[in-house]
């Protein structure tokens, strides 16, 4: 099951390319490759062929460093190893969206923005799929009054934007976990994520090149630090992206950033922040999506009492393809295709009965506690780094994401 989900995240990840290619979607794409520095010492059971199988390499600390542009920045024993996958790519994701909804709109196909779903009905009389003035088997009714009539509705927002009363068992399975970006002033020469920097892992991933990118950059904190500079002559870092589970003041957000920055690159203790963004995350359980059928809109004729058990016809249906907990790139393209083979049947690409299978919805969220209760996780997840960055050794904690 791990393996065909990890296929087909690199299917995704080739059919998005194409599709940036074929509509010539300028949205900074840039094949710049992924370094992620791990703060905890590597664990004895770490398998390292396997680790390296699919084109990635493990890291020493001070190639982690070298990749990072901190070799002299003073702090080189935060991250005792670390990955590098040559086989990423970073993109402008605000630009890319644009693109997309531009394709689609040649296409036909019209969107409807600022427009919420308020409630999703079945419809009383089975729809005649040979009428063409059949109404559909859902009606959707919108914010403004206006109804929609189909026959396959696709919930795709994070399920705390959901009224409660169209899917109960999305509404419930997420926790809303806030994050936040920030662009740092332009840094000019200073930045230390430079373009073009040789190095002997880049090199022999990606050969010579002048202006090869620099690397997108991440750790293992809990709160996952990530970071790269802007692709842009002005030397910027968009550097995020903290975790919580209550919205935090503007300057709290700011402080707490500029901590985190000035822990990877301590010469930049002083850096202006000039634009600071941020927003919830629909977070499930295993921190994966949720991709498949609610079967609480199918007909009580049929067989529903197994999740995986699928219905014979599938001339309608609700489904859902949510909770990407900020992995929404690659992910979402991959869920659009499932979920189009599941509607058009396509023969043996069914794989949403995988993902509804093994990782269906759950009712862990338990209002009203539910951010009560992952606050605490996320505190004692920061002890843990906090103790493993200061050599404290204590067991290893299972990761959250």
């Known amino acids: 099951v791990v393996r065909e989900m990890y296929k087909l995240s690199y299917i995704a990840l080739d059919r998005l390319r194409s599709i940036v290619d074929l509509y010539e979607i300028d949205c900074d794409w840039i094949e710049s490759g992924a370094v992620e520095g791990s703060i905890h010492a590597m664990e004895e059971d770490d398998d390292e062929e396997e680790e390296e199988s699919d084109g990635c390499r493990i890291l020493t600390g001070k190639e982690v460093n070298e990749l990072m542009g901190r070799s002299s920045s003073g702090g080189n024993d935060l991250y005792q190893w670390g990955e590098y996958d040559p086989g990423c790519a970073a993109v402008n994701p605000l630009k890319l969206t644009i693109g997309l909804a531009n394709a689609l709109e040649r296409w036909g196909v019209r969107i409807y923005e600022g427009t919420k779903l308020t409630s999703l009905e079945k419809t009383n009389a089975v729809a005649d799929e040979s009428s063409a003035d059949s109404r559909g088997k859902y009606t959707l009714t919108t914010n403004n009054g206006s109804t929609i009539q189909c026959d396959h509705v696709v919930l795709c927002t994070g399920a705390d934007t959901l009224p409660s009363d169209v899917s109960r068992r999305l509404e419930q399975s997420f926790v809303p976990i806030y994050t936040w970006m920030a662009a740092t002033e332009p840094l000019y020469d200073e930045c230390p994520l430079k373009d073009g920097v040789n190095n002997d892992i880049s090199n022999k991933e990606q050969g010579q ?136 049947e396509i023969p043996d690409q069914q794989q949403w009965q995988i993902f509804q299978t093994y990782f269906p919805p759950s009712s862990f969220n338990g209002h009203p506690y539910s951010r009560l209760g992952a606050g605490m996780v996320l505190s004692i997840y920061n002890m843990w780094d906090w103790a493993g960055k200061k050599g404290i050794p204590l067991p290893a904690l299972p990761k959250l994401w």
């Open 209 to 344: 090149q002048e202006n090869r990118p620099a690397p997108m950059c991440g750790d293992d904190h809990i709160s996952l630090n990530y970071w790269r500079n802007n692709n842009k002559d002005e030397g910027r870092l968009l550097f995020g992206s903290l975790a919580d589970t209550f919205a935090l003041p503007d300057w709290l957000i700011s402080w707490r950033l500029r901590n985190a920055i000035k822990e990877v690159y301590p010469q930049l203790g002083n850096v202006r922040f000039d634009h600071i963004w941020g927003g919830k995350l629909a977070f499930a359980p295993n921190s994966l999506p949720l991709i498949g059928r609610d079967t609480d809109y199918d007909d009580s004729d049929r067989d529903t009492n197994q999740e995986s058990q699928a219905p014979k016809n599938f001339s309608s249906g609700v489904w859902y393809a949510t909770g990407f907990a900020g992995h929404g790139i690659v992910p979402t393209t991959m869920a659009g295709s499932v979920l189009a083979n599941a509607i058009l």
